[in-house]
């Protein structure tokens, strides 16, 4: 898998995770939480590959 992920496209997406799991452990997302822990942790995966399938499909490339 070639990396389309940049470090700005790295830091927002840890930060949005970040922010979702603290909120889950807040309890502050009744109803939504498991949907929102699984987003978070595809945003982490991205991270650590460096790849995201949705930004290859559509041809985009943050990591210049």
């Not at 603290?22 to 991270?47: D, E, K, R, W």
Request: charge should be positive; aromatic fraction near 4%.
């Amino acid at each position: 898998m070639k990396k389309n992920v940049g470090m700005v496209d790295k830091i927002i997406r840890t930060a949005v995770a970040l922010l979702i799991i603290v909120a889950y452990l807040l309890c502050m997302l009744p109803g939504i939480a498991g949907l929102l822990l699984v987003v978070s942790g595809v945003l982490l995966s991205s991270v650590a590959s460096g790849h995201c399938s949705l930004y290859a499909k559509i041809g985009v490339n943050t990591n210049k």
